[in-house]
């Protein structure tokens, strides 16, 4: 994205937004990845994984909060912004931590995998980058989505200020997006967490979507806190000593039962 673009959207974002939402509420923006975070298409209400360990931890804080599930690009702008305070579902990296706030505990870890549809698998034997490269597949990804430094490495970016990627590279707003396109082979490889990958092939109803079995990657996962936030409580303060007391909560739901019925609940 042009840095003039980018900053366009920031002051539509600030002056659109700011005065709404600051003060004693917090607003939290997340991108959809059922069945960690899922918006209903009608009434646009969230539920989900982190949706649910979300809303009970800040239940017991005591803090007003409104969830708003959008395109990663348009949370990670309206985070730098800091017109939204908290982001949910996020992984950690260099250029997200100059305007983001990290907490100690994540919420959870998950495995990346190649998604691909029962044609590509049974024609190609793919357990690398090289692979790939070398077959010349077409892989698809959800822009601005982090990954990591080897894929990129792998895929570098043609022109990364003006959004031109690798040529093997499609981008794509979201993760149905990702598998319909899979589904239908218009790409033929998806780099996706493996019960996100999983969960929404069932859900779409996509009998010819199956995976390699190679582990691409590892990620944590967390709830982010904006460094721009101009959230004030007069029990918690500002954004930090939000943040610190949502992390002991966090530690804490850890070491219980009620952690894991969170995911059974969705994931059995």
């Not at 997200?96 to 998950?110: C, D, G, M, Q, S």
């Not at 070398?134 to 959004?163: C, M, R, T």
């Not at 031109?164 to 780099?191: C, F, T």
């Amino acid at each position: 994205m042009s840095c003039f673009f980018k900053c366009l959207i920031f002051l539509v974002l600030f002056f659109s937004q700011f005065s709404i939402f600051a003060g004693n509420s917090v607003r939290i923006c997340t991108e959809q990845s059922p069945p960690y975070v899922e918006a209903n298409r009608d009434t646009g209400e969230v539920k989900g994984i982190d949706i649910d360990i979300f809303t009970y931890i800040f239940n017991k804080l005591g803090v007003e909060y409104f969830i708003e599930q959008m395109p990663w690009a348009r949370c990670e702008l309206s985070l730098e912004a800091g017109v939204v305070d908290i982001g949910i579902k996020v992984s950690k990296n260099p250029e997200r931590e100059k305007f983001l706030f990290f907490p100690e505990n994540a919420v959870w870890e998950t495995v990346f995998v190649l998604f691909t549809n029962n044609l590509t698998k049974k024609k190609y034997k793919i357990k690398s980058y090289d692979d790939i490269k070398a077959h010349k597949l077409i892989v698809g990804v959800i822009h601005e989505n982090s990954y990591n430094s080897d894929f990129w490495k792998a895929f570098p970016w043609v022109d990364k200020p003006n959004q031109l990627y690798h040529p093997l590279i499609e981008p794509s707003l979201n993760v149905e997006s990702n598998m319909k396109k899979l589904a239908g082979n218009r790409i033929q490889l998806y780099p996706q967490d493996k019960e996100i990958g999983i969960y929404t092939a069932k859900k779409l109803g996509l009998k010819n979507i199956t995976y390699y079995d190679t582990v691409l990657f590892k990620k944590l996962y967390y709830n982010t806190f904006a460094k721009n936030s101009k959230f004030s409580h007069e029990k918690y303060g500002d954004i930090i000593a939000l943040m610190k007391a949502y992390d002991i909560e966090l530690k804490n739901l850890k070491t219980t039962k009620k952690y894991k019925q969170f995911f059974d609940k969705y994931l059995k």
